[in-house]
């Protein structure tokens, strides 16, 4: 175990996200449990850039799994929803589609400014990611794929993914398929979740979906996700899909759900799959129980408090 400071404070006081060999310094480890990252005075786009998308693109993480799951205890935002109503994965294309550095700037600064930025989709990426989603659909009981898609407006890469999906639908006949145009799948989140098991999306989709999909769960501090690289060619990432929370920075009341949940999917990812079960069951139980619930899910108990019940737990 080797701790790493890449971090928005050492952006502020260097220039720099991580060193300059700072993707060799953790290239040999076999895996990475990154904690949220974000600090007041540094845009998102610097912290996004300048560590999580090489790391993502350097170790060849093109999944990003996302669970999403409604636990007893904690009270859903939607009506009438209990456990079992909401219990789904997101998988998101994580490598390239629209968050592209392909583009540029022209005639900066004045009344003919033009700004364009491409998408990049090609059939070996969008390929292995369907097709991480539909092998991911064969362990679940519903065996269930959607495609977020939307290609009534985005007139060529938008086809295309449709297209792609249709031909990987044909190598899983026994699995049930659908597809939704982006706008009214974010909308069957909210009033049909139920609907749902594992939903592909591009890179921008699949991110829009894995932060409302938790939020639908009562809180996206409890939400986890991984960036996998299948292959295991390089090493995986897990971490939170929540932010730094600067607002509540120093109090000790964020909910380490989310960091936990990631620490137990990182455990299955090595093979170790009755540890991480036994933390998922602990989380249950403290949530089930209420034992220690932090402001964020209506309790009083510091960020200690919660991770000390779910260890006892254990």
Same mark, same amino acid.
């Given at each position: 175990?080797?701790?790493?400071?890449?971090?928005?404070?050492?952006?502020?006081?260097?220039?720099?996200?991580?060193?300059?060999?700072?993707?060799?310094?953790?290239?040999?480890? $076999?895996?990475?449990?990154?904690?949220?990252?974000?600090?007041?005075?540094? /845009?998102?786009?610097?912290?996004?850039?300048?560590?999580?998308?090489?790391?993502?693109?350097?170790? #060849?993480?093109?999944?990003?799994?996302?669970?999403? =799951?409604?636990?007893?205890?904690?009270?859903?935002?939607?009506?009438?929803?209990?456990?079992?109503?909401? $219990?789904?994965?997101?998988?998101?294309?994580?490598?390239?589609?629209?968050?592209?550095?392909? &583009?540029?700037?022209?005639?900066?600064?004045?009344?003919?400014?033009?700004?364009?930025?491409?998408?990049?989709?090609?059939? =070996?990426?969008?390929?292995?990611?369907?097709?991480?989603?539909?092998?991911?659909? #064969?362990?679940?009981?519903?065996?269930?794929?959607?495609?977020?898609?939307?290609?009534?407006?985005?007139?060529?890469?938008?086809?295309?993914?449709?297209?792609?999906?249709?031909?990987?639908?044909?190598?899983?006949?026994?699995?049930?398929?659908?597809?939704?145009?982006?706008?009214?799948?974010?909308?069957?989140?909210? =009033?049909?979740?139920?609907?749902?098991?594992?939903?592909?999306?591009?890179?921008?989709?699949?991110?829009?979906?894995?932060?409302? &999909?938790?939020?639908?769960?009562?809180?996206?501090?409890? /939400?986890?996700?991984?960036?996998?690289?299948?292959?295991? $060619?390089?090493?995986?990432?897990?971490?939170?899909?929540?932010?730094?929370?600067?607002?509540?920075?120093? #109090? &000790?009341? /964020?909910n380490p759900i989310g960091q936990i949940w990631s620490g137990a999917m990182m455990l299955d990812h090595?093979?170790?799959? $009755?540890?991480?079960?036994?933390?998922?069951?602990?989380?249950?139980?403290?949530?089930?129980?209420?034992? *220690?619930?932090?402001?964020?899910?209506?309790?009083?108990?510091?960020?200690?408090?919660? &991770?000390? *019940?779910?260890?006892?737990?254990?």
């Amino acid at each position: 175990w080797n701790e790493f400071d890449y971090s928005c404070e050492v952006y502020a006081k260097t220039g720099r996200m991580m060193p300059e060999d700072g993707l060799d310094q953790i290239r040999p480890h $076999d895996a990475i449990f990154l904690g949220a990252v974000g600090f007041p005075g540094v /845009a998102d786009h610097v912290s996004l850039w300048g560590l999580l998308i090489p790391i993502r693109r350097t170790f #060849q993480q093109y999944v990003n799994l996302r669970p999403v =799951r409604l636990f007893e205890g904690v009270p859903s935002p939607l009506a009438g929803r209990e456990p079992g109503d909401i $219990d789904y994965y997101v998988v998101r294309e994580n490598n390239e589609g629209e968050y592209s550095n392909s &583009g540029g700037r022209i005639y900066a600064d004045t009344e003919d400014e033009i700004v364009m930025q491409e998408t990049v989709f090609t059939r =070996r990426g969008v390929d292995r990611i369907l097709k991480y989603a539909f092998e991911l659909a #064969q362990t679940r009981e519903a065996k269930h794929v959607t495609s977020a898609t939307k290609s009534n407006g985005i007139s060529i890469t938008m086809p295309y993914w449709d297209e792609r999906f249709e031909a990987m639908k044909a190598q899983y006949p026994g699995t049930k398929t659908d597809q939704y145009h982006i706008d009214i799948l974010t909308a069957h989140f909210v =009033r049909n979740p139920h609907w749902f098991d594992v939903v592909v999306g591009s890179n921008l989709f699949g991110d829009i979906l894995s932060d409302l &999909g938790p939020a639908t769960t009562g809180t996206i501090a409890i /939400a986890p996700s991984a960036n996998i690289n299948p292959e295991r $060619d390089y090493p995986s990432m897990f971490e939170p899909v929540h932010g730094s929370a600067p607002d509540i920075a120093g #109090q &000790g009341i /964020a909910n380490p759900i989310g960091q936990i949940w990631s620490g137990a999917m990182m455990l299955d990812h090595f093979g170790h799959a $009755d540890a991480a079960a036994a933390i998922i069951t602990a989380i249950e139980t403290v949530l089930r129980e209420r034992i *220690a619930m932090t402001p964020d899910m209506g309790g009083k108990a510091t960020t200690s408090d919660l &991770g000390k *019940a779910i260890a006892e737990a254990i």
